[in-house]
């Protein structure tokens, strides 16, 4: 396939009037229309619109009735199917604090190999490794600290674990930072309510980024003096090292909100993320988070997910499509930029070398937007074979 006329996105770039040559789902050539021969059959006029790297949403649970906790391959293809139309077309498959051996049973199905619109990476476990003090919406029943023995079910299934979301304050956590480090397995910190000093052990262990920014995650507090701590916010923001997940809804992050964690941390620490819920895509209603027995209910109305009690969030409803058209439209970001924090920075964070750039030798996976962010195609050429 030969994509021409198209400026690229890349790196926080604009590149402008290029063309792309892709063959057997990877990237071949890539050079300005000057130097433009055609070489073969398949050709896709661009039309001077931008082109970026696939979405690559690394933190939601479900969508149109889906929830990556309800371990079917009919789930995952429902809520893969949904992500391919949004754009995005590689995601890890949310979990939430529930009994390890549902998430087991989530590995499993993803061992099977399954073949769906948008790329399963793997497994976000969401817990349940959290802290009871910002546990939010998760059910405060299964959470756990860290003991060997549930080492020994994550040895079962830690091909498939791509990231893990701990709380820094959970007794025993360095153990389970500990093993996740050996095994290649990035860690997010999140729900949790704990003090600096915990948190810069867990930098230093290992930990790489705060789940859902300012969305459960520690702010400044007092233990047992009057002595003021900051939290996971604030460390968040300030320090280097980490990357934030950023739930740009326009609700879970008002646009003021938004503008202080972008002149903090900047485009390329920043990653999009929809957390998705399985009432993604149906409007509003009564729905479950989660699956069954361990799912949590929450109420949509007027678009915004909550909990029953209406007093927090409960996952979001709004695509990354959504999210990059919101900050491009209002001028808060370039397009650029925007279209960085929804593939490469996601990418960048965990350690994926064939997706998230637009480079030769990287998957064929791009979204065409116009010139306001708004999603026109998405193509995905995958591998023969």
């Given at each position: 396939m030969e994509l021409v006329h198209i400026n690229i996105l890349e790196d926080g770039e604009i590149l402008e009037n290029y063309f792309i040559r892709t063959e057997n789902g990877r990237i071949q050539n890539i050079d300005t229309m000057d130097h433009y021969r055609r070489k073969q059959?398949?050709?896709?006029?661009?039309?001077?619109?931008?082109?970026?790297?696939?979405?690559?949403?690394?933190?939601?649970?479900?969508?149109?009735?889906?929830?990556?906790?309800?371990?079917?391959?009919?789930?995952?293809?429902?809520?893969?199917?949904?992500?391919?139309?949004?754009?995005?077309?590689?995601?890890?498959?949310?979990?939430?604090?529930?009994?390890?051996?549902q998430v087991k049973n989530l590995a499993g199905l993803l061992e099977r190999g399954l073949k769906t619109e948008a790329d399963i990476l793997g497994i976000h476990m969401e817990g349940p490794f959290l802290s009871e003090r910002n546990r939010g919406a998760q059910p405060g029943q299964y959470l756990l600290s860290p003991k060997e023995e549930h080492l020994r079910i994550l040895d079962e299934m830690k091909p498939w674990i791509r990231l893990i979301t701990v709380?820094?304050?959970?007794?025993?956590?360095?153990?389970?930072?500990?093993?996740?480090?050996?095994?290649?397995?990035?860690?997010?910190?999140?729900?949790?309510?704990?003090?600096?000093?915990?948190?810069?052990?867990?930098?230093q262990g290992g930990m790489k980024s705060v789940?859902?920014?300012?969305?459960?995650?520690?702010?400044?507090?007092?233990?047992?003096?009057?002595?003021?701590?900051?939290?996971?916010?604030?460390?968040?923001?300030?320090?280097?090292?980490?990357?934030?997940?950023v739930v740009a809804d326009g609700h879970h992050i008002p646009a003021a909100l938004f503008r202080l964690i972008y002149k903090c941390k900047g485009y390329r620490k920043m990653c999009l993320?929809?957390?998705?819920?399985?009432?993604?895509?149906?409007?509003?209603?009564?729905?479950?988070?989660g699956s069954g027995k361990h799912g949590v209910p929450v109420t949509v109305k007027d678009g915004i997910a909550l909990?029953?009690?209406?007093?927090?969030?409960?996952?979001?409803?709004?695509?990354?499509?959504?999210?990059?058209?919101?900050?491009?439209?209002?001028?808060?970001?370039?397009?650029?930029?925007?279209?960085?924090?929804?593939?490469?920075?996601?990418?960048?964070?965990?350690?994926?070398?064939?997706?998230?750039?637009?480079?030769?030798?990287?998957?064929?996976?791009?979204?065409?937007?116009?010139?306001?962010?708004?999603?026109?195609?998405?193509?995905?050429?995958d591998r023969n074979g």
């Open positions: 059959e398949e050709v896709l006029d661009g039309e001077q619109q931008f082109l970026c790297p696939g979405f690559i949403d690394i933190h939601n649970h479900g969508a149109v009735g889906y929830d990556a906790m309800d371990g079917t391959e009919e789930a995952l293809a429902g809520i893969a199917g949904f992500h391919f139309r949004n754009g995005v077309t590689s995601f890890l498959a949310t979990t939430m604090t529930a009994p390890l051996e709380s820094p304050d959970v007794p025993r956590i360095g153990l389970l930072l500990k093993y996740c480090k050996e095994n290649g397995i990035t860690v997010s910190g999140g729900h949790d309510g704990a003090i600096d000093e915990e948190i810069y052990r867990a930098i789940t859902h920014l300012y969305c459960c995650s520690s702010s400044i507090s007092r233990r047992q003096d009057a002595v003021k701590h900051i939290g996971l916010t604030e460390i968040g923001l300030e320090d280097d090292r980490l990357y934030a997940e993320v929809s957390d998705e819920i399985r009432a993604a895509g149906l409007g509003d209603g009564e729905f479950m988070l909990l029953k009690s209406e007093t927090a969030y409960a996952g979001s409803v709004t695509p990354i499509r959504r999210m990059v058209e919101r900050l491009v439209k209002a001028g808060t970001v370039p397009i650029e930029q925007a279209c960085y924090m929804a593939s490469s920075a996601p990418a960048e964070l965990l350690g994926l070398k064939d997706r998230g750039h637009i480079r030769i030798g990287c998957a064929a996976h791009f979204n065409i937007l116009d010139r306001e962010g708004g999603l026109r195609r998405t193509v995905k050429e």
